[in-house]
T-cell receptor, first 114, second 108 residues
Framework: DAGITQSPRHKVTETGTPVTLRCHQTENHRYMYWYRQDPGHGLRLIHYSYGVKDTDKGEVSDGYSVSRSKTEDFLLTLESATSSQTSVYFCAIRSLAGVLDTQYFGPGTRLTVL | KNEVEQSPQNLTAQEGEFITINCSYS?????LHWLQQHPGGGIVSLFM???GKKKHGRLIATINIQEKHSSLHITASHPRDSAVYIC??????????FGTGTSLTVIP
């Protein structure tokens, strides 16, 4: 699992409140990703990071911001949560160790916005 | 329009059958990633390939770059193979685009 943890694992919040999800890795990987998974859509990229303070938008970035001040932590913030942001959020890292190029996923965070 | 299309969406097989899941993509890619997601939700990487074929146990993945197509084969399928299989295309900008998954059920 490449030492990836996500917190919280479950959260219920109300519309309009800010929410921050945390992804933590222990193996110093450069690339980190935030995805959301919804029925009928599969996994979709929200934001990704290619190093400390280096981030870029994915295909569904509206309403989300990210920060990466340390290699090991990648934070996803919903500035003002909406019901359409109810989803399962996965963090992933991309491992480029030697000839192995793959992604490892965190366990996911189930977010419900009421 | 989804850049990555998988077929079939759902698949039911008898234990022991040979299974094929297909993935077509329209973006230019540097690699194609096959993933497995069990009902509990965890996502596991199976293969990342940019050409030819890779094999791991009973799983085989192939890719044809010219035809923009990849297949995942499972030989001698088993009920524990029941899961959702997802393909993802890695573009040259280091972004992954995912198919919506193939839900496989293997019946004993």
């Amino acid at each position: 699992d490449a030492g990836i943890t996500q917190s919280p694992r479950h959260k219920v919040t109300e519309t309009g409140t800010p929410v921050t999800l945390r992804c933590h890795q222990t193996e110093n990987h450069r690339y980190m990703y935030w995805y959301r998974q919804d029925p009928g859509h599969g996994l979709r990229l929200i934001h990704y990071s290619y190093g400390v303070k280096d981030t870029d938008k994915g295909e569904v970035s509206d309403g989300y911001s990210v920060s990466r001040s340390k290699t090991e932590d990648f934070l996803l913030t919903l500035e003002s949560a909406t019901s359409s942001q109810t989803s399962v959020y996965f963090c992933a890292i991309r491992s480029l160790a030697g000839v192995l190029d793959t992604q490892y996923f965190g366990p996911g965070t189930r977010l419900t916005v009421l | 329009k989804n850049e990555v299309e998988q077929s079939p969406q759902n698949l039911t097989a008898q234990e022991g059958e040979f299974i094929t899941i297909n993935c077509s993509y329209s973006v230019g890619i540097s690699a194609l990633h096959w993933l497995q997601q069990h009902p509990g939700g965890g996502i596991v990487s199976l293969f990342m390939l940019s050409s030819g074929k890779k094999k791991h146990g009973r799983l085989i993945a192939t890719i044809n770059i010219q035809e923009k197509h990849s297949s995942l084969h499972i030989t001698a399928s088993h009920p524990r193979d029941s899961a959702v299989y997802i393909c993802a295309a890695l573009n040259t900008g280091n972004q992954f685009y995912f198919g919506t998954g193939t839900s496989l059920t293997v019946i004993p």
